[in-house]
């Protein structure tokens, strides 16, 4: 039985995430209430994170902060980095991915990552015709 899989938000590189945020919220006409930053600015961190919803997609800024993953995320500038999707089972999900000839890759090249909150997974660009392709369980 195939996994089921609904879309879940485009992830997007930033170079600032506050001045990203109030561009977004003039777009939209977003209030702060409607976008929820991870971690708030007034915690130390390697990446920072804002979702948010707008006209039926959802959204996630990124903002590389450590020399780390600057380097990782600006090699390839800023802009749409990823689209990410739900899925019911990961580990199935993973191999019906594998049967096709396209396996983890980029930020998970071992495969699933599990979290407090979720199981994580992307595949390789170079297997999925260079997009990049999330896939997450909540548990």
């Known amino acids: 039985m195939n996994p089921k899989r609904s879309f879940r938000h485009i992830g997007y590189i930033v170079r600032?995430?506050?001045?990203?945020?109030?561009?977004?919220?003039r777009l939209f006409d977003l209030q702060d209430e409607d976008i929820r930053i991870i971690?708030?600015?007034?915690?130390?961190?390697?990446?920072?994170?804002?979702?948010?919803?707008?006209?039926g997609l959802t959204f996630e800024l990124i903002e590389?902060?450590?020399?780390?993953?600057?380097?990782?995320?600006?090699?390839?500038?800023?802009?749409?980095?990823h689209i990410c999707f739900t899925v019911d089972d990961i580990d199935s999900a993973v191999k019906e991915m594998a049967a096709k000839g396209i396996r983890p890759g980029h930020v998970t090249p071992n495969g699933i990552i599990t979290m407090p909150h979720q199981k994580m997974v992307y595949f390789d660009p170079n297997d999925t015709g260079g997009f990049l392709i999330e896939y997450i369980q909540p548990l």
């Not at 590389?64 to 980095?81: D, M, W």
């Open 64 to 81: 590389p902060i450590s020399e780390h993953f600057k380097n990782i995320l600006f090699n390839s500038g800023v802009g749409i980095n």
């Open 39 to 55: 971690p708030p600015f007034e915690l130390a961190a390697d990446t920072r994170f804002a979702f948010f919803h707008a006209d």
């Open 16 to 25: 600032d995430l506050k001045q990203s945020v109030a561009d977004f919220q």
